[in-house]
């Protein structure tokens, strides 16, 4: 772009300089008598204006010039569409190797015409070497320019280039350590796009999740194993003890039975667990008597709380018609009668109602007088597997 305005610009300028030159000799050509007199007017514009100035005949290849000594040229410097744009009174302009040195000129003919015909020619030129001089220089500066301005790019790209790697390498890192199971990692760095922000937000908010979800699981294996061992211990220690005659037979088979039938209780819940997981497990909506399995489950569990001197007071309203999935509600009801009973304190009541409540609504209330739960645990009574306390038996912390 800069040659290209130098060449318009400085250039342009150069050839008009020499052509304003040449047509103010060609307009004092006849003021003067004798050729002699026109010459020096020849030789000061050529000194005045700094360029080769010459005056060219057919009788003199070369009347008169300025600074140099171009004997070799004549009007034969010009060729024939040059000489009839001459004759027809046209200034030319050309560009040429100069005829005696190894050089390119620019050349600026003006034509001397008498009784329309060509009897003289000025010819101003000037070495193309001394008009691109300072374009050579410019150009020095313009490449050293891009130089500094390239590596400025290198720099500054490499630079933006890491701002915007070292986020999602972090990422990558990251997520590796999830794949590996290592949870509790996070993407600390803050990138400045938005995207990428909302991208590591979104990748911790993942590791939180699954972090949780190892906590919960790892419970959850804890409970099971406790839960299992317990019984297995006793049916382990009286079937030893029912062969060694250490307990009467009848007992023995009766609490062994007893805890077999917790074991498949404990089976039950957790294939149960595991079908309320899969997103194609279906609850199932229909008219339920609710009151009537309240009922039941009270009747059903009387017993054991009858074994702790545990009363329970029922009230509840048997016109209870709902809709629901009535194996679930039972399940509901008996973990709810079940925790009541195991942790309450003996010579207590449990008081259970069932009454209308609004917009053809049923409130079921389980109040029992037992040890209760601290204020500050009550946010995480919902979450799967937690006991109050971290030992994780029956006898101390309730099931969800």
Known sequence: MISFLYERLYVDEQINSLMTSGEELQSVYHNYDSESAFLWRVQWTDQSLGADVAFLTDEHPLISEGNSDNGGIHLDFVDATERQALESGETVVMLRNHPSYDQEILGVAVPLNE??????????????????????????????????????????????????????????????????????????????????KRLGESLNYLAQTLEEEEKTRRTFIGNVSHELRTPLSYIKGYAEAIEKNVVDQKTGITIIQSETESMLHLTNDLLDLTKLQSVTYTIEQEPVAFAEIVHDLITRMEITANRHNIQIQRNLDDAAIITGDAKRLEQVVRNLLDNAIHYSNPATTIYVSLIPWKDQHYRLTIQDEGVGIPKDQLAYIKDRFYRVNDARTRTDGARD
């Open 115 to 196: 009784n329309q015909e060509l009897t003289g020619v000025i010819l101003l030129s000037q070495p193309l070497a001394s008009v691109y001089e300072p374009l050579g220089e410019l150009r020095v500066l313009a490449l050293l320019l891009l130089a500094i301005v390239i590596a400025l790019l290198i720099v500054t790209g490499r630079v933006i280039s890491l701002e915007a790697i070292k986020p999602i390498q972090q990422m990558q890192h990251t997520a590796l350590k999830m794949a590996e199971g290592k949870f509790q990692e996070r993407v600390h760095h803050q990138p400045r796009s938005i995207e990428l």
